[in-house]
């Protein structure tokens, strides 16, 4: 069993930075590919950035060369850079993670727990 769990949230100025931990606990041996959702009231959930198996990143427009997504296996944890936030950033922020549970190379997929992201004007 593995458990994600989500850290880093809070309320922040616009022009602030704050940085999102995605943490893999339980029987996870490392994390294969991470992608970071959104979801403000309202809205759909929107895809943010995403880590991939060979180390490619990929962002939203609405983030790109402001958000940063990379992941510490030492660690077994995924982080979400973001910088310049705007008031358009607030949002619940979730991380969805594939990990590697054995030396097979079985996998286990889910979802953290969210945290909210508030950026004031």
């Known amino acids: 069993q593995v458990q994600l769990v989500e850290s880093g949230g809070g309320l922040v100025q616009a022009g602030g930075s704050l940085r999102l931990s995605c943490t893999a606990s339980g029987s996870a041996l490392s994390i294969n590919t991470v992608d970071w959702y959104r979801q403000a009231p309202g809205k759909q959930r929107e895809l943010v950035a995403e880590?991939?198996?060979?180390?490619?990143?990929n962002y939203a427009d609405s983030v790109k060369g402001r958000f940063s997504i990379y992941v510490d296996n030492a660690k077994i944890t995924a982080y979400l850079q973001m910088n310049s936030l705007k008031p358009e950033d607030t949002a619940v922020y979730s991380c969805n993670a594939e990990t590697k549970i054995d030396m097979d190379g079985s996998t286990w997929w889910g979802w953290g727990q969210g945290t909210q992201v508030t950026v004031s004007s």
């Open positions: 880590f991939t198996r060979d180390g490619t990143t």
